[in-house]
């Protein structure tokens, strides 16, 4: 079993900064091969924002790749999110996001943490 805990979400102004951090623990984590972010608004399905290999490789969405950046201790089994001009649109719950490789054809088993809100105030 793997549990996600995050923690770092707040109110900020829109411009703000704020940095979300996530472990994995349990018996499984140390066979997580990638963890991320993804987030949900109020009435809106949830949305990839970043995710990052145990390898480094890094993947963003669009509307926040200049603004936030994704990086992972791997022996920790912690990421980190830093999110940087934050506006009103980024409002939303973030939930971190680990993925544990199963199978030699890249089949596995996600891992989802119950989630940290972000409200951004106008």
């Known amino acids: 079993q793997v549990q996600l805990v995050e923690s770092g979400g707040g109110l900020v102004q829109a411009g703000g900064s704020l940095r979300l951090s996530c472990t994995a623990s349990g018996r499984s984590a140390g066979g997580i091969d990638r963890m991320g972010w993804y987030r949900q608004a109020p009435g809106k399905q949830r949305d990839l924002v970043a995710t990052?290999?145990?390898?480094?490789?890094?993947n963003y969405a669009a509307s926040v790749e200049d603004r936030f950046a994704i990086s992972m201790d791997n022996a920790k089994k912690t990421v980190y999110l830093q999110m940087n001009g934050l506006k009103p649109e980024d409002t939303a719950v973030y939930y971190c996001?680990?993925?544990?490789?199963?199978?030699?054809?890249?089949?596995?088993?996600?891992?989802w943490g119950t989630g940290t809100p972000v409200t951004i105030s106008s």
């Open positions: 996001y680990g993925f544990r490789t199963i199978t030699v054809e890249g089949a596995g088993r996600d891992y």
């Open positions: 990052i290999t145990n390898g480094g490789r890094t």
